[in-house]
């Protein structure tokens, strides 16, 4: 795991995709997509729809997205749907 260097510094991104637990958030999970692609936003939308509050969507091309996605792989990534992790100031892919 990497640790977040993007939004505050502690894995907080607006609470969205957040799993709390004792009143804490726990984890936050992202489901990344290319809002580009009409099949990817289709997709990613019903995912949505399905996950509820236990996971966001967030454009690839938005920059929250970005951050998350340098902090999970370092080595690089594609324009491709990806699960994010945050956990406790920590970033995985999933």
Known sequence: M????????NGD??????VSEGGRVAMERYLVFDSGCRVCTRLAETVQRVADDRLSTLSIHDARAKTLL????PGGWLPAP???IAERGRVRGG
């Open 70 to 73: 340098d902090q999970a792989y």
């Open 82 to 84: 990806y699960l994010v």
């Open 13 to 18: 991104y607006g609470g969205i995709g957040a």
């Open 2 to 9: 990497a640790t977040i260097v993007g939004g505050n510094g």
